[in-house]
Each structure stands twice: as structure tokens, then as C-alpha cells.
Nanobody
């Protein structure tokens, strides 16, 4: 199975930026679609962004559209989430996820569609 490890979280002021990384091992990264989800205290885990196996198709939650960018570097087995114009409501634990989907052109946005998950990284945005 694939192991996923997130990094890059931290404390940032409102309006600032962070880039999260998701390093994959134990599989061929380019055969997997990937996504980012987040979970705030007392809230359900929610979809943030997704990307297909080739990186040619991406999708975003309305709450982050225009502020966050998902990308991947298949040669380095790493996915990224660039977060700009951060707001206090972006505070959450951010998780990366992967699903075997080589050759499938679309991306996935539901939790049940992903079978590999990272441990999460904390993002805190101060007001």
C-alpha cells in the first residue's frame, strides 16, 4: 500500500500563505489520483481540492476557489497544496489522500473514493 506524509503546516496571520506537501512512498505515485481534505475542530472532514493522475484536471471546493492551488510532481512522488489569502476559517488539520486511478481522466471529490490517507498537518490562521 501507499504511505502518505503531509508537511508544511504551521501558524500564519490572516492574509498570509503556506504550501503543504504530501510525500508518497510504497507505490508508483503517477498511477494515483490525489486530493486534500480538511477537518476543523467540531466539524466533519470536508473536501478541499483534487487532481487526477496526470495533473491535467483539477477541482476545488467553493470556499477555497481562487485562493488555493493543487499540483503534483510525479517525478518526485509529491503532491502540493498552495494556500494564499488565508482566513481564520481555513484553520484545520489538512489531510492528503490517494486513489489508484491510472488512465482515468477525471478526479474524485468524495472521501469514500480514496483508500490511502496521510496523518494530517495542522494549519492555524490567526486573526
Amino acid at each position: 500500500q501507499v504511505q502518505l506524509v503531509e508537511s508544511g503546516g504551521g501558524l500564519v496571520q490572516a492574509g498570509g500563505s503556506l504550501r503543504l506537501s504530501c510525500a508518497a512512498s510504497g507505490g508508483i505515485f503517477y498511477t494515483y489520483a490525489m486530493a486534500w481534505f480538511r477537518q476543523a475542530p467540531g466539524k466533519e472532514r470536508e473536501f478541499v481540492a483534487a487532481i487526477n493522475w496526470s495533473g491535467g484536471s483539477t477541482g476545488y471546493a467553493d470556499s477555497v476557489q481562487g485562493r488555493f492551488t493543487i499540483s503534483r510532481d510525479n517525478a518526485q512522488n509529491t503532491g502540493y497544496l498552495e494556500m494564499n489569502s488565508l482566513k481564520p476559517e481555513d484553520t484545520a488539520v489538512y489531510y492528503c489522500a490517494a486513489a489508484k486511478a491510472f488512465g482515468i481522466s477525471n478526479y474524485f471529490t468524495a472521501e469514500y473514493q480514496y483508500n490511502y490517507w496521510g496523518q494530517g498537518t495542522q494549519v492555524t490562521v490567526s486573526s
